[in-house]
């Protein structure tokens, strides 16, 4: 999994919950890793300090993951995204790039990589729902912040911050 925002988080307890052994996250900004600290099944890479390709193949026998997710959409990320899956595996990608990304044709050819796109809003919010809803993950350590719902103002004000260590603003009724 690379990025560990939002959506990065959110679909590593996805994957854990679909049956996933283990996930490894990675995010240039350390302290997006710290809510995922103790969660068994997930190891965070602090991309400034060491590189997510050679953790999780360390960790595979030189193999790889069977599937990596790209949800940052920063072109940075898809520098080496195309050598991260195993020969055969697939990337699926999840963010939004704003400027187009590079494409390495021959890296993804010669491995065998699939690749997959995925609109991250489209038709999934009753699957969503379900899941944080069930036993499967706990997502009350997300919460960054609760406001009462007469400080909505203030709640939108903190999310438009940008705060890094922020993953979720809740306003409460």
Known sequence: MVGAGTIGIMTALAALAGGASRVFISDVLPEKLAPLDGIDGITTVDATAQS???????????W????VFEATGAAPAY??????????????LVGMPVDPVPFDIATAQSRGISLETVFRYANVHQKAIDLAASDAVDL??????????DDSVQAFERFLEGRPTDVKIQIAL
Do not use: C, M, N, Y
């Open 79 to 92: 520098k080496d995204l195309w050598a991260l899956p195993a020969p055969g595996g697939r990337i699926v």
């Open 140 to 149: 009350s350590h997300f919460v960054s912040e609760t406001f009462a719902f």
């Open 52 to 62: 997510l390709g050679e953790v999780v193949r360390e960790a595979t026998g030189g």
């Open 64 to 67: 790889g993951p069977q599937v």
